[in-house]
């Protein structure tokens, strides 16, 4: 575990420096305040630090105060080094943000000790930050795909609506579904429908570009978000969509299974500031022209053009 220490008093760091390296800590030894911040501040910086109280450039109660203020930033586990006793000196010390103090001239046992309690603390940490982040991802990815889940995708088609808007660019959506995906089920069983699902969307994930969106949407529907795309772009992209669905027969076991996808696209800028519904919506019809026009196609939707009255005289 890597471990700062700041504190001016040259020998009293060699003595901290060569205890902390007998106890198989790495360590990073800093005179002054200005250079402690820093060190804490750059990338793979110790998430535990010892810092003296009195200290040129910035004190320890200084460098505490800074750390509880950079909220996005790994937590920093810090121990006051100090030869203030009273009470009053002690807590404030506590309420800049130290997580613990020792008393000069410290004792090795007392400061092993206070180190163990450091490192649990941020372990526990640790394990709690990677438990929401798991927590994070199955509230927003799809379990069977890992793509996104609709609630997500839609949360994000309504961000880049008023953006596309805000920068007078064109946004496409695309819908897809897979082909006859119920005979899938029916003759070789949910488990091959499970896996067919799954590749079809890492191909579906493989052909967009890194800032489009893709969702499984419901069922066997997955739902693509283009931002930047007009109609034509949408659609060029849709094609490739559908392409890299049937490029090859799915391996399933001893099972080679052809699948195949219908897509409708729809764009904002042939509509007049539609929702995120209307636009879907608009994918969905263009989706269904594909079903009915025989599948494994791509069609795009185009609002119907008002009729003109011409007034009679």
Request: glycine share 6%; net charge negative.
């Amino acid at each position: 575990m890597k471990i700062l220490i700041a504190e001016d008093e040259a020998i009293s760091r060699r003595l901290l420096q060569a205890r902390l390296t007998e106890w198989g800590y790495e360590v990073i030894a800093c005179s002054d305040g200005i250079q402690a911040k820093e060190a804490l501040q750059a990338e793979d910086a110790p998430q535990l630090a010892i810092l003296d109280w009195m200290m040129p450039g910035m004190n320890g109660l200084e460098i505490c105060r800074e750390l509880r203020k950079q909220s996005s930033s790994a937590y920093v586990y810090t121990l006051l080094l100090t030869s203030k006793s009273q009470k009053a000196e002690i807590m404030e010390g506590m309420e800049a943000g130290a997580d613990d103090y020792l008393t000069k001239p410290f004792e090795a046992d007392a400061l092993r000790a206070a180190l163990r309690t450091g490192k649990r603390i941020l372990d526990l940490q640790s394990k709690l930050l990677d438990a929401q982040k798991v927590l994070q991802f199955e509230a927003t990815h799809d379990a069977l795909t890992g793509l996104w889940n609709r609630a997500q995708i839609s949360s994000i088609l309504e961000r880049e609506l008023p953006r596309a808007a805000r920068e007078q660019k064109p946004l496409g959506v695309v819908l897809a579904d897979l082909d006859h995906f119920k005979s899938i089920n029916d003759t070789h069983g949910h488990l091959a429908g499970d896996s067919v699902l799954r590749e079809a969307a890492r191909r579906l994930n493989q052909a967009i570009r890194p800032y489009d969106g893709v969702a499984r949407y419901g069922g066997e529907e997955f739902l693509v978000i283009l931002p930047g795309c007009d109609l034509e772009t949408a659609a060029r992209v849709a094609e490739r969509l559908r392409a890299a669905v049937s490029e090859a027969p799915i391996n399933i076991g001893p099972c080679q299974i052809s699948v195949t996808c219908s897509l409708g696209v729809a764009c904002t800028s042939l509509m007049t500031v539609p929702s995120a519904t209307e636009l879907v919506r608009a994918a969905d019809m263009a989706l269904y022209r594909s079903k009915e026009e025989g599948r494994n196609r791509v069609s795009v939707h185009v609002p119907e053009i008002q009729p003109c009255l011409i007034p009679t005289h």
